[in-house]
Nanobody
Framework: QVQLVESGGGLVQAGDSLRLSCAAS????????MGWFRQVPGKEHEFVAA????????RYTDSVKGRFTISRDIAKNTMYLQMNSLKPEDTAVYYC????????????????WGQGTQVTVSS
């Protein structure tokens, strides 16, 4: 079992930055990739970004490319999402997740999930 805990969410204005963190209860190195998803009420989880087990590969959804950066510190069992130039449409609950294998944008392929952290961007 791997427990994931997100932190760093909050209320910011459009154009501001936030950094989300996702701490894992144990090492998620080896072949475990990790990702960020977000969800707004009434909609499915939306893929945001993913990073491979060795941090050598990353993937982003088009709407955050150039604004968000995913990274991980394997020694600290922690993943990050640096979010710059935030927009009101980025408002959502952000979840981190872990899966065995390569970085993926497929929600159903992730095994472990955190409880989520709210990000609210005001205009």
């Amino acid at each position: 079992q791997v427990q994931l805990v997100e932190s760093g969410g909050g209320l910011v204005q459009a154009g501001d930055s936030l950094r989300l963190s996702c701490a894992a209860s144990r090492r998620t190195s080896g072949l475990w990739s990790m990702g960020w998803f977000r969800q707004v009420p009434g909609k499915e989880h939306e893929f945001v970004a993913a990073i491979s087990f060795n941090a050598g590969a990353t993937r982003y959804t088009d709407s955050v490319k150039g604004r968000f950066t995913i990274s991980r510190d394997i020694a600290k069992n922690t993943m990050y999402l640096q979010m710059n130039s935030l927009k009101p449409e980025d408002t959502a609950v952000y979840y981190c997740a872990a899966r065995y294998g390569g970085a993926s944008d497929l929600r159903s392929s992730y095994t472990y999930w955190g409880q989520g952290t709210q990000v609210t961007v005001s205009s």
